[in-house]
């Protein structure tokens, strides 16, 4: 759980929270709708029956995710060269 009380209602900048319902590591499910109460531009997308790595499952289109949540968020994909 991010704990910086008072700093996430700060942050102005369109943020888009990615979670999985299977996270089994971290309790991503219950975070994402907590940040977007703490964020005033936050919004949540919940990735159903996928792991913790859930944007490196096949069956996660994130191009589409972003599509679907509006104008204004950029895609940043970072990947290790072989």
Known sequence: MINAEG???KIKTR???IVSDSDNLLPS???GPRLMKEM???MTETIEDVP???LQDVSVDLPDIMKRHG???TLV???AQA
């Open 40 to 42: 005033p531009n936050c």
């Open 7 to 9: 700093i996430l209602k």
């Open 29 to 31: 499910a219950e975070e």
């Open 15 to 17: 943020t888009l929270v």
């Open 77 to 79: 994909h970072f990947s």
């Open 52 to 54: 913790h790595a859930a």
């Open 71 to 73: 104008q204004g968020l």
